[in-house]
């Protein structure tokens, strides 16, 4: 099989999902090595995790690797080239699908020793620490706007060129500051893919005494981090950063 733009997000998208939800699993399942490890630890972990998503992505045939429904609409709104839509969003969505399973393989043992329903369930998707929907929402879009803007400076033609592979560190920096600032209201999901689709393994995967996938808080996630996104998207557009 050849590489392309499809098969890099797929793959690029399932090893971000395997390793931001392993983080997550390694910190809040019981009797792993890294049960109550905390924040720094799951915000670094989904750090590294988008860098090597996208050295994987890239490896595989996607030289954009947005890896994010949020970052393909994004870009599509700020170039006003909307031919990637479709195909990336769908590989995304599989990627992390894949992803998702794969961390309730790996850690197939723990969800039995772990009592708590929600605590299984934030390994595959987020949740808000305040239930309060209009407030949940406006931290998914203030994040993912700032995920956003920070990825146009990266690639900004005003910073010169980029010595070859340090994009992805710089990625994954900006990611781990989202994170570490941003996240701790809502999870900073900051992608529909990273959410939704996990939220869909976990309802259909055997996961023991698993609960409620929550599906009434699901579009919160969605729909904030399409909202931040367009509204980068349009900012980039407009002022051509």
């Known amino acids: 099989m050849q590489t392309s733009p499809f098969l890099g997000e797929l793959i690029g998208t399932m090893v971000l999902l395997l390793l931001g939800n ?10 792993t090595k890294g049960e109550s490890s905390g924040w720094i630890v799951i915000t ?19 030289v954009d690797a947005h890896l994010n429904p949020a970052v393909t609409v994004a870009f599509a709104v700020a170039t006003n080239d909307f031919s990637h839509l479709v195909p990336y969003i769908t590989a995304q969505l599989i990627g992390a699908f894949l992803g998702a399973t794969l961390v309730w393989l790996h ?3 723990h969800w039995a020793a772990t009592p708590d329903p929600a605590a299984k369930l934030a390994c595959f ?15 998914e879009a203030m994040a993912t706007l700032v995920l956003i803007l920070g990825l146009a400076g990266i690639s900004s033609k005003h910073l010169g060129e980029l010595a070859v592979g340090v994009g992805p560190y710089l990625v994954g ?4 500051s989202v994170g570490l600032s941003l996240g701790g ?14 939220r869909l393994a976990h309802a259909l995967l055997p996961i023991t005494g698993k609960g409620s996938s929550d599906w009434s808080y ?12 367009t509204i980068g998207g349009l900012l980039i557009r407009w002022f051509t950063l």
């Open 125 to 139: 998707a987020t949740g808000p620490a305040i239930r309060q929907p209009g407030s949940n929402l406006l931290s």
């Open 107 to 109: 850690y197939l043992p």
């Open 185 to 198: 209201t809502t999870g900073y999901a900051m992608s529909p893919a990273r959410d939704f689709s996990p």
């Open 218 to 229: 699901a579009w919160v996630p969605v729909v904030g981090s399409l909202a931040g996104a």
């Open 44 to 62: 670094a972990g989904w750090a590294f995790a988008v860098t090597m998503g996208v050295f994987v992505a890239k490896a595989f045939g996607s």
């Open 173 to 176: 920096i900006l990611v781990w």
């Open 22 to 31: 392993g983080v997550v699993a390694n910190v809040v399942l019981k009797q």
